[in-house]
């Protein structure tokens, strides 16, 4: 997925180089279209965000293919992006953090983060969980049941019967949100998850439940994510599509700025013969996608050649 990003980064970077420094928006007196306007019609023919071909054009541009890394996440290059000083950028993507739940060295989107000083997904450090507390209880009402269930003591339920206490917790977790979170905080007491692994309905359910989620997850991330179907499915399509608006883009640019130029008779039938391949090559593109005839023919092909 992050080599199909970075292929769609590429190909819309082509359509609109970055142009100085920080990469102009703007139109200038003789270009056709503002960068903005380029990058919402490609945006628009392949069926994604505006936002996001922005995304994939700033990442790529910041990320020479020669300086990518083969199994970091596009998010993770995204991130590391921000990262003002190439040389720092391209040293630090080989220095990954080590991540203590894996016991590897490696690249997450929360690693990258964590370098670049934005707040993390899935908080850690005592700090981290801080902030995260922080934020969560800006709400008064959420500040004031929290500091409810902070002040509570253990007292009261020490002195009441095991049995009892199952019964008062089955109870109260008959509500599926309630047994969901209270299931959730008892199996992240490693003693408590071991325990309750040993029981074979319960390992075979939670195996059952991963699974589900898995299933769910990418269906999830196709239905939000238009561009992964499109990525999976019609590569050829978005090149074609990207081939055109390049070639497009570049004429918007490069033929208002004849205005005042004086060609010789051959540079003008030289131009001539270039514009009859691309006409020629735009109607064989047109047949073919009518048709569904892709087949070169003799003349076509000596016609592209010049001959």
Known sequence: MARAQFALGDKTLEIEPIR??????????????????????????????ASTVKDWRWTASRWPAAKRQEGVSFTSHRILASISDDAERWAQILDPPFNPRTGARRWSADGAKRLVGHRVDRPTTVEEKVQVVTDLTRDEEVARQAAVDLL??????????????????????????????????????????????????????????????????????????????KVEHTMEYLDLVGSCHSFVASLGRLVPRMRGQEF?????????????????????????????????GEQLLQLLKGE
Do not use: C, Y
Request: aromatic residues 4%.
């Open 20 to 49: 100085g420094h920080g990469g102009s928006t703007a139109r200038s007196e003789d270009e056709l279209f503002t960068v903005e306007e380029s990058l919402a019609l490609f945006a628009d023919d392949i069926g994604v965000a």
């Open 152 to 229: 509570r003591r253990p007292r009261v339920a020490s002195e009441v019967a095991p049995a009892e206490r199952v019964r008062v917790v089955e109870e109260l977790a008959r509500d599926e949100e309630v047994a969901e979170q209270v299931t959730r905080h008892m199996l992240h007491r490693p003693a408590v998850a071991r325990q309750v692994m040993r029981d074979d309905t319960a390992r075979l359910l939670v195996n059952r439940a991963q699974f589900d989620n898995s299933e769910a997850t990418q269906e999830t991330v196709r239905e939000r994510t238009p561009a992964v179907r």
């Open 264 to 296: 010789t008779e051959d540079e003008r039938e030289t131009i001539r013969r270039s514009v009859a391949k691309v006409r020629a090559a735009a109607d064989w593109l047109e047949a073919a996608n009518d048709s569904g005839e892709f087949t070169l």
